[in-house]
T-cell receptor, first 112, second 111 residues
Framework: NAGVMQNPRHLVRRRGQEARLRCSPM?????VYWYRQLPEEGLKFMVY????????ESGMPKERFSAEFPKEGPSILRIQQVVRGDSAAYFC??????????FGPGTRLTVT | GQNIDQPTEMTATEGAIVQINCTYQ??????LFWYQQHAGEAPTFLSY????GLEEKGRFSSFLSRSKGYSYLLLKELQMKDSASYLC????????????FGTGTLLAVQP
């Protein structure tokens, strides 16, 4: 059973470009969570999704950030018009209903 | 508000025992998790407590007191590979399953 997969592992974008981060949950997991980890800081919750539904987006910045988890395919975290402050590690986690969340390897976004 | 406190750094000796404390104040509570994170890697699940008491799993044990808003992770027979950050996280109540993380405790194991 493959773990949570994220790609790309590293992403470099210039200010103003768009970043698309992909997450494929573990097989059988229908719950996906996105977290952001800034340098020297803890993980911060961003959004919780189930297939085709956003359940909790209380941690998402109000502008430029969006997330989806379509019926088919991976979950996508999209950041429009990136700024230097968006540079961070973005982790996706999945879970089967409610219990521990399994984390992917993360995408390290660098904005130049 | 939501607040989770852990020491920033700890140092211990190989073969020894170390206890990492975590205190929390959250608007809801539906379990407390401990994760291990090596530099540049994903957090990996260590333990889960939802009821008061001690959960033991090999060299790792975790304790929870809900009335005190307190947990600790106990690592026995420390090995060099245990050098990592240890993250305390609380799952909030209600419909959301989001985890609220502390900033983590960076543990350095010395020979």
């Amino acid at each position: 059973n493959a773990g949570v997969m994220q790609n790309p592992r590293h992403l470099v974008r210039r200010r103003g470009q768009e970043a698309r981060l992909r997450c494929s949950p573990m097989k059988g997991h229908s719950h996906v969570y996105w977290y952001r980890q800034l340098p020297e800081e803890g993980l911060k919750f961003m959004v919780y999704l189930q297939k085709e539904n956003i359940i909790d987006e209380s941690g998402m910045p109000k502008e430029r950030f969006s997330a989806e988890f379509p019926k088919e395919g991976p979950s996508i975290l999209r950041i429009q018009q990136v700024v230097r402050g968006d540079s961070a590690a973005y982790f996706c986690a999945s879970s089967p209903l409610t219990y521990e969340q399994y984390f992917g390897p993360g995408t390290r976004l660098t904005v130049t | 508000g939501q607040n989770i406190d852990q020491p920033t750094e700890m140092t211990a000796t190989e073969g020894a025992i170390v206890q990492i404390n975590c205190t929390y104040q959250t608007s809801g509570f539906n379990g407390l998790f401990w994760y291990q994170q090596h530099a540049g890697e994903a957090p990996t699940f260590l333990s889960y407590n939802v009821l008061d008491g001690l959960e033991e799993k090999g060299r790792f044990s975790s304790f929870l007191s809900r009335s005190k808003g307190y947990s600790y992770l106990l690592l026995k027979e420390l090995q060099m590979k245990d050098s990592a950050s240890y993250l305390c996280a609380v799952r909030g109540g209600g419909a959301t399953n989001k985890l609220i993380f502390g900033t983590g405790t960076l543990l350095a194991v010395q020979p």
